[in-house]
């Protein structure tokens, strides 16, 4: 069991820095004075899901939930074991 608590807390070290890196490489999501004007409904904007950004999101998702479970596993084991 302690092998697997160790391998679980090595993946959430790397899920930790991996978030913070793609956390930090978002842009922001004010559009600032280009909303007034309408600027923000240009191509780029309407497809972001398929784009780089879109795929930050996603990942950002993904690694978040998976943060958040393996937190609570790594909780559970500390208590039970």
Known sequence: MEIVRIILTVI???IC???SVLVLMQEGK???L???SGAAETYWGKN???SME???VKLTKWLAVSF???AAILNISRIWG
């Open 12 to 14: 959430f070290i790397l």
């Open 17 to 19: 820095v991996a978030l």
């Open 30 to 32: 004010s559009a600032g």
């Open 34 to 36: 280009g909303a007034i």
């Open 48 to 50: 972001k899901g398929r």
């Open 54 to 56: 879109g795929l930050l």
């Open 68 to 70: 958040l479970l393996i």
